[in-house]
């Protein structure tokens, strides 16, 4: 499959994260032993990766899956820092809502604003602040003037996430 391939949205699905909000995303997930303690308890470095596919996820929605990122755009994005508040957990065969919603964009950074839920019930809050950075440098780098419109007309207000998060 190529890069242009695996960026298409197959067939019903919206190009657009969300068509009802092109601001704020969702991803489905589902939890397996793979993700628990002995007990049926997510693992807190589990949740890493759900906000990390989450995010791909969005990107590619939007057009811009990983790998044409960097082999069409010199250009790949790596977490900076990270905030994550959790609330309540999760437990095995559970089915999860992954949010994405992008609260700041600069040239050579983001940040988001994301969410785990549990049918409508709020497990986590997570601040992720991701770099721009050359593929082949792995240095801070801008996005190209395309990639940085598209992604600055998805910025949401903390204020606004607060209403639609209720």
Not at 99 to 127: M, N, P, W, Y
Request: aromatic share 8%; charged share 25%.
């Amino acid at each position: 499959m190529t890069a242009s391939q695996q960026d298409t949205p197959s067939p019903g699905q919206s190009p657009i994260p969300n068509p009802e909000s092109r601001q704020l995303f969702s991803w489905p997930t589902r939890i397996y032993w793979e993700d628990t303690d002995a007990g049926g308890v997510v693992y807190h470095a589990r949740y890493v990766a759900f906000l990390e596919r989450a995010r791909t996820e969005w990107l590619r929605a939007l057009g811009y899956g990983q790998e044409r990122l960097r082999l069409q755009h010199d250009l790949v994005f790596a977490v900076r820092a990270m905030q994550l508040d959790f609330l309540r957990p999760a437990h095995l065969d559970d089915t999860l809502q992954v949010g994405v919603a992008l609260t700041q964009c600069k040239r050579a950074s983001l940040l988001f604003a994301q969410s785990i839920h549990r049918d409508g019930e709020l497990l986590l809050r997570a601040q992720v602040k991701v770099a721009a950075l050359g593929a082949g440098s792995f240095r801070p780098r801008g996005m190209d003037d395309a990639l940085y419109d598209i992604l600055k007309a998805l910025e949401i207000t903390e204020a606004a996430l607060l209403r639609n998060d209720g």
